[in-house]
């Protein structure tokens, strides 16, 4: 597979320079990480949940960024109302079904979702996104089962199906828009000891977004970002409170020469 030619560092340039709003609906558990990692590369985080705002907020955004992590009904039609505001003007909009597949709330949520408003990228693990594309699996709570299925054509096919980009996370995270694939190979197991590791990801992928328009090109290059920061954390910490500390001083000190020497991005 050959390895893709893209410029990932100046689409992180572009993040410094330009220094994006990104809102956030998202996961209680974890908001202060997501906003952490997208202040330590260069953008701006705002995390504004009430419905009374959140149509001004996402107005003034260049990415929205949803997570249904701790949902509520409340929550999600909050959501829905800042995702409608995002799509008048054309902002991207990522949301991460995080947890789909583990109860009926998490699915049905997800689905209506993606059927009254337009989503930019569907982000979640292989679990997660093989509920999405309609498979009979089962997620453990917020992490990935096992799926006996080459995910690829799935994340494809779903792509396809929502005229969207698809990121699936995982060992090697896999990033379609229906037509092309891109693999990527960068990360670190240390990320599978940190709660909220997965929604960093997410927000990352916003940053990422609101600067690019091909949007697939977009998440690839945000996970290859994000895998490298950890790859180059987990090199120099001692287990998983020191990874997390040195994480986010990795994304924030990244240069152009590191990024093309470790990314490892491959486009089907």
């Avoid at 609906?25 to 009374?52: F, Q, R």
């Avoid at 955004?61 to 992590?69: E, Q, T």
């Avoid at 779903?158 to 996370?169: I, P, Q, R």
Wanted: charged letters at 25%; glycine letters at 6%; proline letters at 2%.
């Amino acid at each position: 597979m050959p390895k893709a030619n893209i410029k990932i560092y100046e689409l992180l340039k572009r993040v410094r320079e330009n220094k994006p709003l990104i809102h956030h609906l998202t996961n209680w558990v974890t908001i202060y990480d997501c906003a952490n990692i997208v202040k330590a590369l260069g953008a701006s985080p705002v995390m504004a949940h009430a419905k009374e705002e959140v149509a001004q907020m996402a107005a003034i955004s260049s990415a929205l960024v949803l997570n249904i992590g701790t949902l509520t009904v409340d929550f999600v039609e909050a959501m829905k109302i800042a995702a409608r505001s995002a799509n008048a003007k054309n902002i991207p909009v990522i949301l991460d079904v995080c947890g789909a597949g583990a109860t009926d709330l998490r699915d049905k949520k997800s689905f209506e979702l993606l059927d009254e408003v337009k989503i930019d990228i569907i982000k979640g693990n292989s679990s997660e996104i093989a509920r999405i594309a309609g498979e009979n699996v089962l997620t453990k709570g917020v992490d990935a089962t096992s799926v006996k299925k080459d995910m690829a054509p799935v994340a494809a096919e779903l792509a396809k199906e929502y005229k969207c980009s698809v990121a699936l996370t995982g060992k090697v995270d896999i990033i379609t828009d229906g037509k092309r694939t891109y693999y990527v190979e960068n990360g670190s197991l240390m990320l599978t000891h940190v709660v909220g590791t997965g929604c960093m990801a997410t927000s990352v992928i916003g940053a990422f977004a609101a600067v690019e328009k091909d949007l697939a090109y977009a998440a690839a290059s945000a996970l290859a970002v994000f895998g490298i920061a950890a790859e180059l954390a987990a090199a120099e910490s001692g287990g998983p409170a020191s990874f997390k500390e040195k994480l986010f001083d990795a994304a924030f000190s990244l240069d152009h020469k590191t990024i093309d020497e470790m990314q490892q991005v491959f486009l089907l």
